[in-house]
């Protein structure tokens, strides 16, 4: 059965431009102890459908229209998003880890203090008792010297290790959910493997749910299970990791892997097929599919009927999409 | 490819050295320096993408700007054209600057906001005297198109225009003066992952039809592979491996480029599954105080107590692959 259940998700934003339709009707489910990624460029509406989730969206001028978020047999989206019920859930049975631990971190409290904020509040303890905590959990996220680093102060952590105390309080509450948005995004590549190796560990050991949102193919490629890929607002193609990769059926998704070069590839072997265009405006969406105008797959039925729901394609695979795209 | 006479090349940058001092107090008294980059030799041949790559702080920008004489260096000569551009006086280095072109990484920041696009595209025209004022219009209607912009833009200032766009007005603003060389200092990383491709593609065309050679640096090593004949791997301010870029991916010999490799996740869930991973221990020392001896060994695995004690240097192991390593 599924831990957490979104439905229907629609997240609006009134800007002085007009109506953005941030996220426009998103479902997806996260199961237990799954790695799972949330995959889309820029502006699609994946880190909008999370914070959403967690009813972090700032009200106005955003505000969630419609849909469910069924957490426990609770919906989230009932709850005041600083009310009581919201506060027992956030921070603790669903956590987040956000891409720049430079700003997600607060300067001016230490190290120690931040990571004991949350035990204190959520799992009760005394003071003394977080502490020790805070010094195992970050020696279980390897930071070196624990003991003494739990007293320094962000700007004494590199980028990777701020990344890590980052980690140590996504886990510190033994959440049920771990939502990672852009997670490696501003380090390195060799400390960004360092970090999704860790997580994944973690995740495995502690038996965690892990949502990784990224615009990185290859990372969820490497360690998610599930894949759901977004564009303009919505989700149009969904499927276990071998199938999306593999198999992928929806233009878009088609489009995407056939732009990225692939290391290994033999240099001048094949030229990029790039997608061409860009994506719509949110302001003003087309009424039929928002790929039409970038897609070379479309038939007549895309220009006059609305953005296809999404159907079965194979087991588990659902596209949005009209059109059947046999084979990569 | 070792019977090229040093005719064929373009660039020839030997010993290169930037350090940049670090000054405390009053008097700015010189406590240090920051070895930006440590004795750098390469060469880039005519018509050919030499790929340089690294993670942040490697030196690799740094690089590229000595090139362009943006900094003057240490030490070192960097020799284009036949001349030692290193040595020639700030107020002559003009004319010499006009056959390099540089193309950088944010499409928002290195573009003027309040200057129109065919402007920002026609100034170096006219900062070199290439141009009449009738000329001038002429020379930016043909760069738009060039770079497939639509020159009924040009009035337009650079927040009209998408990344991808304004990234093709400074593609046009490089090759204003036909530039024999360009340096290239990660101009995909800002952009979209479906746009990237476009700009791939582009750089790739206007190498073939215009007969550019590129300095390209990028921290991605999938997207230096795909574009580049040649590519240099530099880790704190050195040049670890230097090979043909199949050859790189193909017989790594580097431990370091080992990891690099294997640090990068690939689209492709099944090929991921049987990958080795090579995770490296700790982080990338600081340039200030570089270890002694080769600059990886402490986080190598291959390393024993001579690679504490000298320098290796960069020696060519067979058919222009070159190494800085004694255990390889």
């Known amino acids: 059965m599924a831990l957490l259940e979104v439905e229907g998700l629609k997240t609006y934003f009134h800007t002085e431009y007009g109506l953005v339709k941030a996220v426009d009707g998103v479902s997806f489910q996260v199961n237990r102890g799954e790695i799972l990624g949330l995959v889309g460029e820029s502006g699609c509406g994946k880190s909008v459908s999370i914070l959403s989730v967690m009813q972090l969206i700032p009200i106005p001028p955003g505000e969630i229209v419609a849909g469910k978020v069924m957490f426990d047999g609770q919906d989230l989206v009932k709850y005041e998003p600083n009310g009581r019920e919201m506060r027992a859930i956030r921070g603790s049975k669903i956590t987040m880890i956000f891409q720049e631990p430079m700003t997600s971190l607060n300067p001016v409290l230490t190290i120690s203090r931040q990571l004991t904020e949350s035990l204190e509040l959520h799992l009760d303890m005394d003071r003394e008792a977080a502490k020790e905590r805070a010094i195992e959990l970050l020696k279980m996220v390897g930071v070196p010297d624990a003991a003494r680093r739990v007293d320094d102060y962000p700007h004494q952590f590199s980028g990777g290790m701020r990344q890590r105390v980052m980690i140590a309080m996504a886990i ?16 390195d590549v060799t400390t960004q493997a360092q970090l999704l190796e860790l997580m994944k560990d973690l995740v495995t050991r502690l038996d965690t749910s892990l949502v ?77 599919c928002a790929f039409l105008a970038r897609c070379t797959h479309k038939v007549k039925r895309c220009q006059t009927e609305p953005w296809p729901a999404m159907r079965a394609v194979g087991d588990q695979h659902y596209i949005s999409c009209f059109v059947d795209i046999k084979g990569k | 490819m070792m019977n090229v006479s040093q005719n064929d090349e373009i660039l020839q940058v030997k010993d290169l050295k930037m350090y940049f001092p670090i000054t405390r107090g009053l008097l700015r008294r010189k406590v240090g320096d920051i070895k930006a980059v440590d004795e750098v030799t390469f060469s880039i041949k ?6 340089l790559v690294g993670e942040s702080g490697c030196g690799k920008t740094t690089t590229g700007r000595c090139v362009l004489r943006l900094y003057q260096p240490t030490s070192g000569s960097i020799i284009f054209d036949g001349i030692d551009i290193s040595k020639v006086p700030e107020r002559k280095i003009k004319s010499h600057r006009r056959d390099m072109g540089a193309i950088f990484q944010d499409p928002f920041g290195s573009l003027n906001p309040r200057q129109s696009a065919g402007s920002i595209v026609g100034d170096p025209l006219k900062v070199h005297n290439m141009a009449s ?23 337009r200032v650079p927040h009209e225009f998408s990344g991808g766009q304004r990234q093709r007005i400074g593609i046009a603003r490089a090759l204003a003066c036909s530039p024999s060389l360009i340096i290239c200092d990660e101009p995909i990383s800002a952009l979209d992952v ?26 991605d090593l999938a997207v230096v592979q795909h574009i580049s004949d040649r590519v240099a791997v530099m880790y704190l301010g050195r040049i670890m491996e230097l090979t043909d870029s199949t050859e790189l991916y193909e017989n790594p010999l580097h431990p370091y480029t080992k990891a690099l490799l294997s640090a990068i996740p690939i689209p492709d869930p099944v090929a991921e599954r049987t990958r080795t991973r090579i995770v490296l221990k700790g982080e990338v020392p600081s340039p200030v105080n570089p270890p002694s001896g080769c600059h ?21 192991v067979g058919n222009g692959h070159y190494v800085s390593c004694i255990r390889v």
């Open chain 1, 172 to 187: 510190s509450c033994n959440p049920m959910i771990i939502f990672a948005d852009e997670p490696t995004t501003a380090v």
């Open chain 1, 212 to 288: 990784i949102v990224t615009h990185n193919l290859g990372v969820v490629a490497r360690y998610a299970q599930r894949i759901y890929v977004m564009y303009a607002g919505r989700i149009i193609e969904s499927g276990l990791s071998e199938d999306i990769f593999e198999h992928p059926r929806h233009p878009y998704t088609i489009g995407l892997l056939n732009s990225v070069p692939k290391l290994g590839e033999r240099h001048g072997a094949r030229k990029l097929v790039p997608i061409e265009g860009l994506p719509p405006n949110l302001i003003q969406m087309p009424p039929t």
């Open chain 2, 46 to 51: 005519k018509h050919e993408t030499l790929g």
């Open chain 2, 133 to 155: 004022d009738a000329e001038l219009k002429d020379r930016v209607i043909e760069l738009f198109r060039i770079v497939g912009l639509d020159p009924s833009m040009m009035d």
């Open chain 2, 194 to 219: 479906s746009i990237q491709a476009q700009i791939i593609n582009l750089l790739e065309e206007l190498q073939e039809k215009l007969g550019l050679t590129y300095l390209f640096i990028a921290h």
């Open chain 2, 296 to 316: 990886f060994h402490p986080r190598c695995s291959l390393a024993i107590k001579e690679c504490a004690q000298v320098r290796p240097p960069l020696r060519d």
